[in-house]
């Protein structure tokens, strides 16, 4: 079956810290793979996304995320999280054919902390 | 810039009451979507349409149904609101399984 796992509901974090928000995915053929994030009262943003081809992918606000066939993760990395990061993260897995829709994982809220 | 656009923003109704949602897409994508998102943030897809073809989910009441008028609106009606409908409902766009873009949402109360 498709699914998509956020392992972790609340991450907390230091501003100028890493970041490491992990996804993982079960789907038999090939994945298009999404971050998004939602900031509050607002609706889902794009971050970055993964059809094929280099397995680092860049995102917006210098977010990237790794692609791991034999891991099954896409996992969202940031070097250095900045106060305004603070927001809740949703990692997508793009199934089926024309006409059908993404499963999202339960979201990452993530707190940057001073 | 906003490309999905959704009214009203908030809703408040009551039980038994029937509302409609509207959703406008000027992005010229061939799918669009509704979700679901509740109190815990989770997301359920309820409905996709691509001119071709309405796919429902099958756990969505039947008091749901969306309404098209041209592959840019996709519409939301609820017939006779119950208290657990009460949620944002997420309108969406992409082409085809590509990325998608949504719109900022409509709370919806029901007393």
């Known amino acids: 079956a498709q699914s998509v796992t956020q392992p972790d509901a609340r991450v907390t974090v230091s501003e100028g810290a890493s970041l490491q928000l992990r996804c993982k995915y079960s789907y038999s053929a090939t994945p298009y793979l999404f971050w998004y994030v939602q900031y509050p009262r607002q609706g889902l943003q794009l971050l970055l996304k993964?059809?094929?081809?280099?397995?680092v992918v860049q995102g917006v606000n210098s977010f990237e995320a790794e692609f791991s066939k034999s891991n099954s993760s896409f996992h969202l990395q940031k070097a250095s999280v900045h106060w305004s990061d603070s927001a809740v993260y949703f990692c997508a897995l793009s199934i089926g054919n024309s006409g059908t829709y993404q499963r999202f994982g339960t979201g990452t809220k993530l707190q940057v902390v001073p | 810039e906003t490309a999905v656009f959704q009214t009203p923003n908030y809703h408040v109704t009551q039980v038994g009451n029937e509302v409609s949602f509207n959703c406008k897409q000027t992005?010229?994508?061939?799918?669009m979507y509704w979700y679901k998102q509740d109190s815990k943030k989770l997301l359920k897809i309820m409905f996709s349409?691509?001119?071709?073809?309405?796919?429902v989910n099958e756990t969505v009441p039947r008091r749901f149904s969306p309404q098209s008028s041209d592959k840019a609106h996709l519409n939301l009606r609820i017939k006779s609101v119950e208290p657990e409908d009460s949620a944002v409902y997420l309108c969406a766009s992409s082409f085809d399984r590509y990325e998608q873009y949504f719109g900022p949402g409509t709370r919806l109360t029901v007393l």
């Open positions: 993964y059809y094929s081809g280099d397995p």
């Open positions: 349409y691509n001119n071709k073809q309405l796919i």
């Open positions: 992005l010229g994508h061939d799918t």
